[in-house]
């Protein structure tokens, strides 16, 4: 046997080993960057809608103070149109 061929083979090995490991990492890290990316975008628009509703429970207490079990009450503040009341209102 050519002890050359083999260490050329046995390079070669490595060498495929070496590049298959480094594109597995790669490939975890763009992964991990998309779901981070992901979360990050899904907790601004929870922390958008969380301001919104306590801005309007806010309003809410304020109106419920003003008015009190004698007087007329008036409509209700109306919440505001970017705020998703979908899931109560089914």
């Known amino acids: 046997m050519d002890v050359g061929a083999l260490v050329g083979g046995a390079v070669a090995l490595v060498v495929g080993l070496l590049s298959w490991t480094q594109s597995r990492a790669t490939n975890r890290r763009s992964d991990f ?36 079990p004698d007087t007329p009450a008036g409509p209700a503040p109306e919440p505001p149109q970017e705020l998703d009341l979908t899931p109560w209102r089914q």
């Open 33 to 68: 960057k998309e779901i981070t990316d992901q979360l990050r975008q899904d907790l601004d628009a929870e922390r958008t809608q969380r301001k919104l509703l306590t801005s309007y429970v806010v309003d809410l207490w304020r109106w419920a103070k003003l008015v009190g």
